[in-house]
């Protein structure tokens, strides 16, 4: 399993392919045991929204959307209006600024959820992929068959250890 032990934070994207059921979405599960790894990966709740709403815009039938109900409701939600999370959101926001590297409002409140919960932010979008000069970058070794390299989000300024990674998932020539 990839990331083995390593709590996770999941990106929008991940769990678009997870309910496509396609080989994207099966290739995710087998690799990091999405279904059953432990402990459960952790969703914020912007990601829980932008799913209900990807649904709605997607036209998902009724079967789809019973899927993505049960799968929301077997993965924990990240409550958003935890002080820790909105003082780290405050101050990714300001640092990405500070440096000229702008992130989409929800981005930051995954990254915030991650670093808060020192886990590991599990996408497949390319802008995850940039190293930030705000903290160490941290590589998964080859034997955890890292196709494309890993970049931090950032780390706490009481920390040494990135609080929170960027992990891209490279689905190149999966549907």
Known sequence: MKLDGEPLVL????LVHWLRGKEAGEKL?????????RPRPILPLVVKAELKSLALQFGWGVGKQKALDELLRDLPVADLSAEAIIQEYARLDHESRNIGRRMGKNDLWI????????????????HWRRRDPLGPCWLPPASQGNPTGAGCWTRSAANTAPASIAYHVNLAGAP
């Open 11 to 14: 990106d929008t994207n991940i």
């Open 29 to 37: 599960r087998a690799d990091y045991h999405l279904g059953a790894r």
């Open 111 to 126: 990254a915030a959820v991650a670093s808060v919960q020192s886990a590991v932010s599990v996408t497949t979008d390319q």
